[in-house]
T-cell receptor
Framework: SQTIHQWPATLVQPVGSPLSLECTVE??????LYWYRQAAGRGLQLLFY??????ISSEVPQNLSASRPQDRQFILSSKKLLLSDSGFYLC???????????FGQGTRLTVV | GENVEQHPSTLSVQEGDSAVIKCTYS??????FPWYKQELGKRPQLIID?????GEKKDQRIAVTLNKTAKHFSLHITETQPEDSAVYFC???????????FGTGTRLKVLA
């Protein structure tokens, strides 16, 4: 069966520090991969999605970036965190478009 | 760009009553509409979905209706129970775009 792993679960980082969140999917190949951010009391904002290695689309211009070094690995990064980057970050995957998306357990990031 | 509006943002009902959450989407080409339930501190999980070639779908106490002309879709929960308390998200997806655009969420509280 397919599983998705996301880590770390919680992270407290100072303003200006770098960020690296990792997401890995097991049990499937060539998944569509997604990064969402959920700010307190708000919805799920799509940040990046990828339909294959070296195919990453950005939805929201900001100081975050995403990379897909392997087929089932999706990384969210930042060179310098801002206070406004605090939130709950969720990785997700789907087999194909217009099918169920499965979410990771999320990373709660607090920038101080 | 694509947008999904969701109402209400909070909803309190007495146990045993029905709850209705409504969403409106902007992209007329959207053809897949999932609903996710997110319990406190956990990942969103799919509870029901509907495709554009269907007007209504039921799964026990949960139903979803779709009005393509008005670009509306709704989640109906009957005989609500305390364990239904959670945040519910609607989403819309369009073939070929690979994106899931989520609403801002509805916090449902079922009062015992």
């Amino acid at each position: 069966s397919q599983t998705i792993h996301q880590w770390p679960a919680t992270l407290v980082q100072p303003v200006g520090s770098p960020l690296s969140l990792e997401c890995t999917v097991e049990g499937t190949s060539n998944p569509n991969l997604y990064w969402y951010r959920q700010a307190a009391g708000r919805g799920l904002q799509l940040l990046f999605y990828s339909i294959g290695i070296d195919q990453i689309s950005s939805e929201v211009p900001q100081n975050l970036s995403a990379s897909r070094p392997q087929d089932r690995q999706f990384i969210l990064s930042s060179k310098k965190l801002l206070l406004s980057d605090s939130g709950f970050y969720l990785c997700a995957w789907s087999v194909e478009a217009n099918t169920e998306a499965f979410f990771g357990q999320g990373t709660r990031l607090t920038v101080v | 760009g694509e947008n999904v509006e969701q109402h209400p943002s909070t909803l309190s009902v007495q146990e045993g009553d029905s709850a209705v959450i409504k969403c409106t989407y902007s992209d007329s080409a959207s053809n897949y509409f999932p609903w996710y339930k997110q319990e406190l501190g956990k990942r969103p999980q799919l509870i029901i979905d509907i495709r554009s070639n269907v007007g209504e779908k039921k799964d026990q106490r949960i139903a979803v209706t779709l009005n393509k002309t008005a670009k509306h879709f709704s989640l109906h929960i009957t005989e609500t129970q305390p364990e239904d308390s959670a945040v519910y998200f609607c989403a819309a997806s369009t073939s070929g775009t690979y994106k899931y655009i989520f609403g801002t969420g509805t916090r449902l509280k079922v009062l015992a």
